[in-house]
């Protein structure tokens, strides 16, 4: 659903481990990373479209995680040109978000990243809360920057990041194992 401004609305998902990391899925045959996100269909509270997304992009379902909580307001930001849909040129902008903040109750090998058709991700890993967001494309960033910022209030965490660069994730030891992919570290 577009709305009068041009957003469509949309969440944006932050999970935690045990540790504090979040997860981080890597686009499918792109060389970019981000959280799982979706748009909310018509008729779909957004955590309805949370847990939804939850289930489509990372297979996690309700039993596999708590909310710690959710921005006040919408996020927004624009997509560039060359990213619309020809069909949508002319009045969509961006999405607009809202962002639920999760802690993962269930394990690591719960993830599976093939219970969707159309996959989104085809690999993923765990970071530190504040990890540098260049692998995020461009125009997101922001919006990252802004969801991560507000959510961080909820773990008792500096609102401005003192961002370590070192990586942590840990495979599953089960059949499902899910894609892990390394973190290139980023030079000081």
Known sequence: MIDRNGYRSNVGIILLNSKNEVFWGKRIRQDSWQFPQGGIKPGESPEQAMYRELTEEVGLHPRHVDIIGRTRDWLRYEVPDQWIRRDWRGNYKGQKQIWYLLRLLG???DVSLRTSVRPEFDAWRWNQ??????????FKRQVYRQALTELARLLNRPPFPNVSHGYGWSPCDSGN???IARAKQSEK
Do not use: A, I, M
């Open 107 to 109: 394990r690591d090998c």
């Open 129 to 138: 809360y504040w990890v540098e967001l260049e692998s995020v494309v461009e």
């Open 177 to 179: 194992r899910p894609v």
